[in-house]
């Protein structure tokens, strides 16, 4: 008995040296418990820091038209962000503010022309197509005298001189077995403008881009024809090639994920983005119901005919004295 209660006092002795030693044992499980957590957190910022270093960011300066919805779909629905590359859009009312913030460096590739590639590399800038895009421009009349393209003899134009809207008119003419010197033509650069002159019968036609077309027929206009029907593209996506050299792998995934864009419109509803749609080419909401939605097809190289064309054109109109060719404005990039 005696031996029990010595054993109780010892053990009441030691307690408190036990229990510190259970504390520092537990404390070390803490530490390392803290360890391991801060650890994992330094983990994930060191892969997310990956991450954001291994995703490469392209600037596109594009016009609010319906070439450019593609690719802010592709934004849009993180299908950029899927393949690695992030696409920083920035839109301009105009290809003169388009073509200013390009010259400063503010964006590398652009929505462009064949016209304005033959300009680019007129003065001195190696700018190269990496594709076509997916635009297009009508020409519509309001004089009930004019039901064809031969019907414009005699007639007044208006358009945007030495501009792709030129070139598309040149070429509606020469299929119609007419001339540029055939027709009179009104240079007027505001689109908006070309709409009301065109309303109000200050002319007999105009070629006109969406949404304008559009609002165009719903104010009586007539379409006598457009590029698509023409079977004329002059619309395309440039960059220079110091910028095709740096950042090649990140153009191509940028058309992974605009071919990723083209497939979601085609199998979603046209509901699900018609309002992206009204945003950003600028559709009045009251015509909503009437937009039609383009069948975008993926992203493709432009056609060399179709460049050599404009290009020999552009010639002719003294905008372009370099012996260029379509081989030396196409770039591989992409499309081989």
Sequence with gaps: MKNT?????????????????????????????GNAAESDTTAAAHTETENAAATETITLGLLPSIDAIPFIVAHEQGFDAEQGVNLDIQTFKSAK???VAFQAGKVEGLSADLVAISIYNEAGQDVKITS???????LLTGNPDVKSVEDLKGKTVILSKNTS???????????AGLTEDDITVTEVPQIPTRLELLKNNKADAAVLPQPFVTMGKEAGLNILGSTHTAEINPFVLAFPQSVIDEKADAIRDMYTAYDQAVEYMKTH??????????????????????????????????????????LDWAREKGLLNKDLHAADVISDVQFK
């Design 5 to 33: 209660r010595q054993t109780k006092r010892i053990f009441r002795g030691k307690r408190p040296v036990i229990w510190m030693m259970l504390t520092a044992a537990f404390g070390v499980a803490l530490a390392g418990c």
């Design 97 to 99: 503010d388009r073509d």
């Design 132 to 138: 076509t895009t997916f635009g297009e421009f009508d």
């Design 165 to 175: 809207t030129q070139y598309t008119m040149a070429m509606m003419l020469k299929q």
């Design 269 to 310: 509803d046209q509901s699900e983005y018609i309002d992206l749609i009204i945003k950003e080419v600028g559709y009045p909401e009251t015509l909503k119901d009437q937009i039609d939605v383009p069948d975008y097809v993926p992203a493709n190289q432009a056609d060399p005919a179709q460049v050599d064309s404009a």
